[in-house]
């Protein structure tokens, strides 16, 4: 009979979103397993939790980099709890890793559906004059009376798995879609969205959806220029899609702009902004993203090591 392979020692460096069942499961990949409930302080701490793990977990919340991983000489797997899009923006020093034959795994698409939904929340609320502000102060519609999404002219830039999700419910209801993206999707055409160059893009829409990865930057002062005044502004994404002066200028015109997270506004200063609505949480974090989320974490645990 085969010996079955497993790790000989599994760390979670931090609070990595699993399920009870899912943690449970850790057990049968690995001799001993840790799982930590806090952050870890800094480089030294990292260090200190993984010690002699052969395998590590972690979530987006803490960077693991160079200087921790060079004292931890067992290390042949790091599975990241979170979304993995490119070397260039994951919180792992990916190309440190591929040096040492450090295996990197990372999931996506666990947590699309809580962000639509919050789209479509946070739009319905801004047209029609829903509810209220953090602050209690009654929200506005945005012009003036209650309007529908029926003809609505929206932008989506980046038209990946979240961004076409988007654009696929909004449509729905009656928004006229058009998007941003690398290159012309054939499938978006048959839906009838149209492709725009991202200029064209931002000043032919009322409202704009940026659904970018981390640390991807497109919104410069050229295309706030072209974005222009009485928009709608969405941040999808982890971190601002914009650099920080145009941004500035263009939120104090008649603008609006909604993020779920601080990360996405990248700037607590605005919290108070009264043109800016963020939630302050992670739309995507629901019930059903953790068990998403706990499945492919496992799935890529059981693939590494029926590869060993």
């Not at 962000?115 to 946070?122: A, G, H, Q, T």
């Not at 959806?209 to 072209?226: A, D, G, W």
């Amino acid at each position: 009979m085969q010996k079955k392979l497993m790790f000989k020692k599994l760390v979670a460096i931090e609070p990595i979103g699993l399920v009870p069942s899912a943690e449970d499961q850790l057990k049968d990949f690995a001799t001993e397993v840790i799982l930590h409930d806090n952050l870890p302080s800094g480089n030294e701490e990292i260090a200190a939790r993984i010690g002699d793990a052969d395998a590590v977990l972690l979530s987006y919340t803490t960077y693991l980099g160079a200087e921790a991983l060079e004292k931890c000489a067992h290390v042949k797997y790091i599975g990241m709890c979170c979304s993995l899009y490119s070397p260039e923006s994951a919180n792992v020093d990916i190309a440190y890793a591929k040096k040492r034959g450090i295996t990197v795994t990372g999931i996506r698409d666990y947590g699309d559906e809580g962000v639509v939904e919050y789209v479509i929340s946070e739009l319905v609320r801004c047209l029609h004059g829903f509810g209220h502000k953090a602050d209690g102060s009654k929200i506005v519609a945005w012009s003036g009376e209650p309007r529908e999404m029926t003809e609505l002219k929206v932008g989506i830039i980046g038209l990946g798995k979240l961004g076409g999700m988007i654009a696929d419910a909004l449509h729905f209801l009656g928004a006229d879609i058009s998007y941003f993206s690398r290159s012309e999707k054939q499938e978006a055409h048959n839906k009838g969205y149209r492709f725009k160059v991202l200029n064209e893009l931002l000043t032919s829409n009322e409202v704009v959806i940026s659904c970018l990865n981390k640390n991807t930057v497109l919104l410069h002062k050229e295309q706030f220029q072209h974005l222009g005044n009485n928009k709608i502004l969405f941040n999808v994404g982890l971190s601002p899609a914009w650099d920080a002066a145009p941004f500035n200028t263009w939120i104090n015109g008649d603008n609006r702009l909604y993020c779920d997270s601080n990360g996405a506004l990248g700037n607590d200063d605005f919290l108070e902004h009264p043109n800016v609505y963020c939630m302050g949480v992670s739309s995507g974090r629901t019930r059903e993203a953790f068990v998403r989320l706990s499945e492919k974490v496992l799935s890529n645990i059981s693939d590494h090591l029926k590869r060993r």
